[in-house]
DNA sequence: TGGTAATAGTTGAAAATGTAACTAACAACC
DNA sequence: GGTTGTTAGTTACATTTTCAACTATTACCA
């Protein structure tokens, strides 16, 4: 198992994100999903909701970069635990607009704080002018 | 739908990561997915096999970071396009050593080019000094 | 006004993934 | 040498995701 290829791998920015969103991911992912068994999907709804306060589902489609399916599925699940309320718009009812429950928003709160938590320490892996030149290059690379 | 919290997903890691590394998958992607009807887990076997000549399931999935029935599904599927051969190893018939085709290597030598360019694009929206701390910081957050 | 097009969101079936249990081969220890 | 434990890899089943088709509502425009 020795390279030959002049190509590497590693030098493959999709690849590269990919694996450390993975791999960044993952503890998180422990937090959101034994806690509170959720999903990835779910626990993006409900920060952007709680960042925002009012969105319809076409918002959180634009601003998650989430297909409609997927954030129609994650508003049901939201919605059965209670975490958010639906409330069809006046002007034109095919909107709806969604917004955190206060039991929503308490789950948001505790989850928000082990996020930063995380945050911190994957943060340790990194000097403080890589963070900020990494926040800027992936904002860069989130621009489709 | 104005924001609110203090607190600002764009700064969270995982969430900046995943996005980006969402997004500069997408043209990749279609091309992979369009070109041979492939998925992600089996371009990323081909490419290590490509780059490593020689390797066991085992060693993809610690190399890629894959879970074992991943890789096993995506070295069936490109089995049956004839893209990689099995041989068991003689002296541990648990092994089984993975190698490309002739027509695999063409594939990849195909998809490889079409990896460099999504490159070339990518890199285009970063300076040279954000690309080369954005590599080092991604390679510190894949290390688990 | 009426008919066509567009939009927000949902649903069902198919595809992909995750989890755990499984087989087969080897190792280790008594 | 036989029992127990490990390891590589596969399979079965449940959960998620994707894709396309669908409903309901509003917009456009002749």
């Keep these: 198992m020795t390279q030959k290829d002049d190509f590497d791998l590693r030098e493959f920015l999709p690849y590269l994100l990919n694996q450390a969103a993975e791999i960044s991911s993952q503890s998180f992912q422990r937090t959101y999903k034994g ?9 993006r709804v409900l ?17 998650a970069i989430m297909h409609k399916t997927k954030v129609s599925r994650a508003v049901q699940r939201l919605e059965q635990r209670r975490y958010l309320q639906r409330k069809p718009d ?16 308490a789950v948001y709160e505790d989850l928000r704080a082990h996020a930063q938590q ?26 489709p």
Tied chains: 1, 2.
């Design 35 to 43: 806690r509170y068994g959720m999903l990835r999907t779910e626990w």
């Design 47 to 63: 920060f952007h909701l709680a960042i925002y306060e009012r969105m319809t589902a076409k918002d959180i489609c634009e601003k």
């Design 90 to 105: 006046e002007k034109d009812r095919r909107h709806e607009w969604l917004t955190l429950t206060s039991q929503g928003r």
């Design 118 to 143: 995380h945050d911190q320490v994957l943060m340790q892996k990194l000097s403080t002018e890589e963070i900020t030149v990494l926040r800027r290059a992936l904002n860069a690379l989130s621009q």
